[in-house]
């Protein structure tokens, strides 16, 4: 069997099943759904309760940039967005909290709250084991001006269940507290990211970063000998030039009549793997709007080993999101306005988020996949009508009208 992956427009990197974070069980053997966990694995598997709605959260912010990106490509890390905004949710109160749930698709009938904040610790500490073959981390920090007294409530819990470290920093020397958050992002994903941020707002009080970086080999390697210029279909009537990498192996493929697509998995080594589909001519829209969890899932319990010969572009793609419209545009409304009640952050003061930006870059060849993710919330005072600077010229608590 051929497969070949320069069919107009016909491959989407679905992304690292992090989730996952193990091969399922194709065996055959049906696994013991009723065996109960020692106390120990029940700890362990903690983070399950949030896979779900991390996952829905994933297709929901796809189908948003889809939609707001048109033809380009796209590429963005969810679990890195869920986890700032979780993180944040720390601080959040009211209708601020319960947006910030809506559309990140936490359901608090299903599971409560502290249980989102432990799941999302035990899939912190399960990420960054060392002992992975794949070289996988995932972190959080707090830049703040030195100047804000932060609820002790609030820095407990980001340290406790998001490893967060808090930064102090002087937000009036903005040229250095710049510098000093590049630094951090640029060494935390290993040079990926170089200046990833432009400026600080004049009135910024605290910067909340989450990175993501990953590295990993392929368990087959391609040889690079193989790798030929081809012709990469962007649409069905245009092509490119691409370095074309090809293979002839067994991989664990499914063939989706209903979406007329087929998916390849391809592992990296460990217990890590890529999803890569495959639509036919002029699918491609047909199985955008179809990539759900269950659709994903049906796919992965689906596969099965078969040999084929696969063509793989080389390629690096990047993506820069203005999370903060996106989100308004997904119903969280609250947390960038006037209205915004994060009163659990900080003493005094009330703040909004002023800016929200997403970036992330992944490259693929031979060897295997390198790819970081940043995601970065900036908080300042909330301004307005309702609002006046105190004698201090800082907001005082007392003087906000929800």
Known sequence: MKMKSALYLSLVLVGLQVQALHIPNRSGEQEDQDTPHSPAEGENLAYLKIAPSNADFAFRF???????????????????????????????????????????????????????HHSFQRLLQLLNDPHREVQLSMGNALFINNELKLRQKFLEDVTTFYDSEAISSDFQNSEKAVNEINNYIKTKTHGKFVDFLQNLSPDALMILINYVYFKGYWEQPFKSFHTRDDDFFVDAKNSVKVKMMRQSKVHNIHRD?????????????????ALFVLPDEGIMKQVEDALLKDTVSNWSQSLEERPIELYLPKFSISGSYDVKSMFIKMGVTDVFSNNADLSGVAEGDRFMVSKAIHKAEVDVNENGTEAAAVTMIELHPLHGENCEPNSQGRLGQSTFTP
């Not at 889809?66 to 700032?84: D, I, M, R, Y």
């Not at 959040?92 to 990140?104: E, F, K, P, Y």
């Not at 009549?257 to 793997?273: H, Q, R, T």
């Open 62 to 116: 796809y189908k948003q940039v889809t939609e707001e990106e048109g033809n380009k490509n796209v590429f963005f890390s969810p679990l890195s967005l869920s986890t700032a905004f979780a993180m944040l949710s720390l601080g959040a109160r009211a209708h601020t909290l319960s947006q910030l749930h809506t559309c990140l698709a936490f359901n608090l009938t299903e599971l409560e709250e502290r249980e989102i």
């Open 257 to 273: 009549e209903k979406l007329s697509c087929w998916v390849v998995e391809i592992p990296y080594k460990g217990d890590v793997a």
